[in-house]
C-alpha cells in the first residue's frame, strides 16, 4: 500500500505533552516537514525557548540548546557565529520573545544574523497558567487582565512583525494563521521561505505564526480556533511585512 | 625563547585568549575593562574569528552560551555591575555543563558604584554567581604575567572539567602595564567534545543542551554528580606563598593586595616581625588545606582584602577559627596602603604578646 501521510522524519517518534487541541502540534510538524524537504535535519541546531515550547529539545530530531527566558536570539547568534555552516532557528512564544527577550530579538535582527525566528503567538502565557503577555489583545481576560486588558491601564500590544520589519537587518517578517487549513499550508510556505532565505544568507527571518491556548482561553479546541480567527487576526494582519527580495 | 612584550593587564588577558584558541569573544563595554574588548575587537577579525559587541552582558554570556554550546573556546569579560547581568546565564551554563572563560575586573559597589579597583565581587565570584547549586572556578592574577597565563590556563580548565572559568581581577591590574612573556601561550591541548552542537550530519544520535529537569530526583542526581566532579576539582587549589616558613603572623591576600602586602612583610621583618604571606591563586577551589596546615604554626592571620570582609570567611573556615584573624581592608575602590597592612600586622602580633 502507498504510504501517503506520515511524521516526518525531524520530528521524533515520542508523544508531546502539549494540551489536546493546541496548535504548537501543528507548528511543530511544520517546521519538521520543512526540515525534511530541504534535508536541513543534519546540519540544523534548534533554541528552545521557556514557555510551553520548552521540551521542543525532545520533539525536534536535530541537535537543539535550551535556553534561558527570553534570550534564545542570543544563544542562537552565538552557535551561528561559531559554525556558519549550520542551519540555526530559534522557536519561541510570545512572552518569551515579545516581553523578556524584546532586546535579544530586535538586536539580533539590527544586526542581520543570519537565523530564523519561529515566533509562536498566542496572545497569552501558557506554560505558566495564563497570565497576560505583550501580545494579549485589549479587552482580552487573562489571569493577570481579569477585566480585560485595558491600555490605558496596562498599555498596549507589541507588534512584533510590524516593528522588526522597520529594521534593516531583517529579510523577511510574515505573520501567519494555523487555524483553517489553508492558513496553515501557507503557514509552510512562509517557514520553508524563512529556512531557504537562511540557507542563501540572506539575515534575519522570522514567522509569526498566530496560534491557540484553548486551555488558557478557556475555549474547546474549535471555538479557540474561531476565536482566533474573529479576535487575533483583525488585531495581527496576515502577510509579509518585509521581504528584503521584494521590497 | 622568552618573548618579552610590554602590556596592560586587560590587554595581556585578551592575547593569552587569542593565544589559547579563543576565536568567539562576545562583550559590553564597561570600565576598567574595555581594553579586553577593544583588543578583541582589533584582533578577532584578522585571525579569523569573531568580535561581537552585544547589546547587554545578557545577551553576551547568552552567546557565549550558544558558541560554546557549538563545541568553540568563547570568552566574555566585564566589570561588577556587568558580572551581575551574566549571571543568569552562567547559572544556566553550569546546568548544562558548559566551559566558558569569564573575566570580572572588578570596580567598587554596590550599584553603580565607581571605577575604582576593588575586590567586593568576592562573594559573587565565589559564592553564588547564579541561583542553584553550582560553583566556577575562580583563578586570581596578581601581576599582568599571571593575567595572562591564568587564561590560558583558564580555558584549559573550563574544557576539562566542562565549567565557567572566572578570571578575577581588579581595575588596578587590568591597566599596570608590565613586561609579560607571551611565548607561554601556545601549550592549548584540545579536549573532545562530542556532546556539541555541531549538526548530527545524519551520523549520530541528536545532541542536547539542556538545563531543565523536571524530576527532582532526576535533578538531584545530577548536582550530586557534578559536586563529585567539584571534589576533584579541589585538587587544582593553589597559593603562591612568600616568607611563610617561620611566619608567625600570615597574610592572606590576592589580588592587587598581595603585592602590597609583600612590602609591608619586608618593613615588619625588618622590624624583627616574622610575617609571611599565603597567596590564594585559586580563590575556587579556596586552598583550605594550604591555610590548616599554615594555621598549626602561625600564632594570627591578617586578611588584606579590598571589600568589608568577604574572603576572611573562607579564610576562618579554612582555620576552623583555630587562630585569631584580623582584617585589613578598604571598599568602595580605595586600595590599601603597605603602611596600613604594616600597622595591621603590628597590631596582630602585639595582640598575640599581650
Ligand atoms: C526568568 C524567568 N522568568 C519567568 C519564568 C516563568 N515562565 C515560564 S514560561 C513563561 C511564559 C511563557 O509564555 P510564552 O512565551 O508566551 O509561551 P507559551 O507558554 O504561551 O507557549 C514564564 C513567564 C522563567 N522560566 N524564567
Ligand atoms: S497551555 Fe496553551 S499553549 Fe500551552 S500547550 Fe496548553 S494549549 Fe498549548
Redesign the pocket.
Known amino acids: 500500500m502507498e504510504i501517503v501521510f506520515q511524521r516526518p522524519k525531524a520530528l521524533s517518534d515520542v508523544s508531546s505533552?502539549?494540551?489536546p487541541?493546541?496548535?504548537?502540534g501543528i507548528i511543530h510538524r511544520l517546521v519538521a516537514e520543512v526540515l525534511d524537504e530541504l534535508d536541513l535535519t543534519g546540519k540544523t541546531v534548534g533554541v528552545a525557548p521557556v514557555?510551553?515550547a520548552v521540551l521542543a529539545y525532545n520533539y525536534f530530531e536535530c541537535d537543539m540548546a535550551q535556553a534561558a527566558h527570553g534570550r534564545a536570539p542570543a544563544v542562537a547568534t552565538g552557535l551561528k557565529r561559531a559554525n556558519p555552516a549550520n542551519i540555526v532557528f530559534t522557536y519561541q512564544?510570545d512572552g518569551d520573545l515579545a516581553a523578556i527577550g524584546t532586546a535579544e530579538t530586535i538586536h539580533a535582527a539590527a544586526r542581520g544574523e543570519n537565523i530564523t525566528i519561529i515566533f509562536?503567538n498566542?496572545a497569552?502565557y501558557?506554560?505558566t497558567?495564563?497570565q497576560m503577555a505583550p501580545t494579549t489583545i485589549p479587552g482580552q481576560i487573562t489571569q493577570t487582565s481579569p477585566y480585560g486588558r485595558d491600555p490605558k491601564y496596562a498599555g498596549f500590544p507589541l507588534k512584533v512583525c510590524e516593528t522588526l520589519s522597520t529594521i534593516d537587518g531583517t529579510a523577511y517578517a510574515e505573520r501567519v494563521s494555523v487555524d483553517s487549513v489553508k492558513n496553515v499550508i501557507n503557514a509552510k510556505k512562509a517557514i520553508k521561505k524563512a529556512f531557504e532565505y537562511q540557507i542563501a544568507g540572506k539575515g534575519f527571518t522570522i514567522v509569526e505564526v498566530l496560534?491557540?491556548?484553548?486551555?488558557?482561553?478557556g475555549l474547546e479546541p474549535v471555538e479557540?480556533l474561531t476565536w482566533l480567527r474573529e479576535n487575533l487576526i483583525p488585531y495581527y494582519p496576515l502577510g509579509v511585512y518585509k521581504d528584503k527580495e521584494v521590497f | 625563547m622568552a618573548e618579552k612584550v610590554l602590556m596592560k593587564g586587560n590587554e595581556a588577558i585578551a592575547e593569552a585568549a587569542i593565544m589559547a584558541g579563543c576565536r568567539h569573544f562576545f562583550g559590553y563595554p564597561i570600565t576598567p575593562q574595555t581594553e579586553v574588548a577593544a583588543y578583541m575587537a582589533k584582533r578577532m577579525p584578522k585571525m579569523g574569528g569573531t568580535y561581537l559587541q552585544a547589546e547587554s552582558e545578557i545577551a553576551a554570556i547568552n552567546m557565549v552560551y550558544g558558541a560554546s554550546s557549538a563545541g568553540v573556546r568563547a570568552m566574555t569579560s566585564s566589570s561588577s555591575p556587568g558580572i551581575s547581568l551574566k549571571s543568569e546565564g552562567l547559572s544556566y551554563m553550569a546546568g548544562s555543563d558548559l566551559p566558558a572563560v569569564l573575566v570580572n575586573i572588578q570596580r567598587g559597589g554596590p550599584g553603580l558604584g565607581g571605577i575604582r579597583p576593588s575586590q567586593s565581587d568576592y562573594f559573587q565570584a565565589t559564592r553564588s554567581s547564579g541561583h542553584g547549586d553550582f560553583h566556577m572556578i575562580v583563578l586570581a592574577p596578581n601581576n599582568v604575567q599571571e593575567m595572562f597565563d591564568l587564561t590560558v590556563e583558564a580555558f584549559e580548565l573550563a574544557d576539562q572539567y566542562r565549567m565557567t572559568a572566572m578570571i578575577l581581577g581588579d581595575g588596578m591590574l587590568g591597566q599596570v602595564m608590565e613586561p609579560v612573556d607571551i611565548s607561554r601561550g601556545e601549550a592549548a591541548s584540545n579536549v573532545t567534545k562530542d556532546w556539541a552542537l555541531t549538526g548530527t550530519k545524519g551520523q549520530r544520535k541528536r545532541n542536547v543542551i539542556n538545563s531543565l529537569y523536571l524530576e527532582a530526583e532526576e535533578l538531584e542526581m545530577l548536582n550530586l554528580k557534578r559536586f563529585e566532579k567539584y571534589a576533584d576539582v579541589e585538587k587544582i587549589a593553589r597559593t603562591d606563598n612568600y616568607l611563610t616558613e617561620d611566619a608567625e603572623v600570615i597574610i592572606v591576600a590576592y589580588g592587587i593586595c598581595a603585592r602590597i602586602a609583600r612590602n609591608a612583610i619586608n618593613e615588619a621583618r625588618k622590624k624583627g616581625i616574622k610575617a609571611g604571606l599565603i597567596r590564594p591563586v585559586t580563590l575556587w577551589p579556596f586552598p583550605k588545606n594550604q591555610l590548616k596546615t599554615a594555621a598549626e604554626k602561625a600564632k594570627a592571620f591578617v586578611v588584606v582584602e579590598m571589600s568589608m570582609g568577604q574572603m576572611i570567611q573562607d579564610v576562618e573556615l579554612s582555620i576552623r577559627c583555630s587562630r585569631p584573624v584580623h582584617l585589613c581592608s578598604r571598599t568602595g575602590g580605595m586600595v590599601p596602603t603597605p603602611e596600613a597592612v604594616l600597622e595591621a600586622i603590628e597590631n596582630a602580633a602585639q595582640a598575640e604578646r599581650s
Open positions: 505533552h502539549y494540551c487541541g493546541c496548535t504548537h514557555g510551553c512564544g509562536v498566542n497569552i501558557g506554560m497558567g495564563g496560534s491557540t491556548c484553548s486551555t488558557n482561553w479557540a
